[in-house]
């Protein structure tokens, strides 16, 4: 009898809801924690919640789902018939999500869980486990997929700009760019995630035009060596932002086409707003691009 795979991915993955529907995934939100309230990390939380309350809040955070309900999950999936999961998550350097993945993994029963650490946050781990999805829907066994993880993490690209790193520094999320701490007076930041998962700090600039100027340069020389199945994915935080992801996110793609001679036809654009799993981590005032190409095949 052959296995019934499913495949699931949190909110710290930066999925959209065509995105969720069209690969049928199951969903893993964060709980987030405003001023005393909590609230699941959830679509109609994103859309119509969070960004409405959070700028006249005092506190916000998140919360990951305790072991047990995180069991309770995988039960429920196995109880559809399902046999085998591919489950994908965020950076575990951002939270303690996937450890708990992992122990829960080894106590259900009768479900094979194959829990995955992206090492990025949001736009890249969405890029990552896009990759995986579509690997694992193309035939290819789970085990085969696993070994696929850590090339598709090198092929994947992302990097975000903060106005401010006291939410990062406050949730504890700071990572290896703890040396920007105070130095941001009419600085702007570029930070990444690293190969192990860190936050790090790519550049440090004055004004948003250079900032943006580095954004895009950052991602044509990634995809120098990366020129098959291009995919930039595009996200800001508070609507302040909106204008600025669309402008850089513009710039991005007519970089791409002058330097790299791709025409935008054969860039797969997705675009979104963060989530507030990362956001309460960032800090509302963010956007970024992120980036995943493939080697030509030699």
């Not at 679509?43 to 005092?58: C, G, L």
């Not at 999961?85 to 708990?100: A, E, N, P, Q, R």
């Not at 690293?194 to 044509?220: C, H, T, W, Y």
Request: charged residues 25%; hydrophobic residues 40%; glycine residues 8%.
């Amino acid at each position: 009898m052959k296995d019934l795979i499913a495949i699931s991915i949190d909110s710290g993955c930066a999925p959209t809801r065509d995105f969720i529907q069209s690969h049928k995934l199951f969903f893993m939100g964060m709980k987030v924690i405003i001023d005393d309230m909590e609230y699941n990390d959830e679509f109609d939380f994103m859309e119509n919640v969070f960004y409405r309350i959070v700028d006249s809040s005092k506190e916000f955070h998140t919360a990951q789902p305790p072991l047990g309900q995180v069991l309770e999950y995988y039960n429920d999936i196995r109880s559809r018939g399902f046999t085998e999961l591919l489950d994908i998550h965020f950076s575990s350097k951002m939270s303690g999500l996937y450890d708990t993945c992992i122990l829960a993994s080894k106590m259900v029963e009768g479900l094979e869980v194959h829990v995955v650490d992206t090492k990025k946050v949001s736009i890249g781990a969405h890029l990552v486990a896009k990759r995986l999805i579509e690997l694992t829907e193309s035939g290819l066994k789970i085990d085969d997929v696993m070994k696929r993880v850590p090339q598709v993490i090198d092929d994947t690209f992302m990097e975000f700009s903060v106005p401010t790193l006291k939410y990062l520094i406050k949730n504890g999320r700071i990572g290896r760019a703890q040396g920007l701490a105070g130095t941001l007076l009419n600085i702007k930041p570029i930070l990444s995630v690293d190969e192990e998962g860190f936050i790090s700090p790519i550049a440090k600039l004055r004004g948003m035009k250079k900032l943006q100027e580095e954004m895009v340069s950052n991602i044509v020389k990634f995809l120098e060596k990366r020129r098959r199945s291009i995919t930039l994915y595009s996200i800001y935080g508070s609507e302040e932002y909106l204008g600025v992801m669309k402008e850089t996110t513009e710039r991005a793609i007519e970089a791409i086409e002058m330097n790299l001679g791709i025409s935008r036809k054969e860039i797969e654009l997705i675009s979104g707003r963060i989530w507030p799993t990362i956001a309460c981590h960032s800090g509302p005032a963010v956007f970024g691009l992120a980036c995943y190409g493939e080697k030509e095949i030699e």
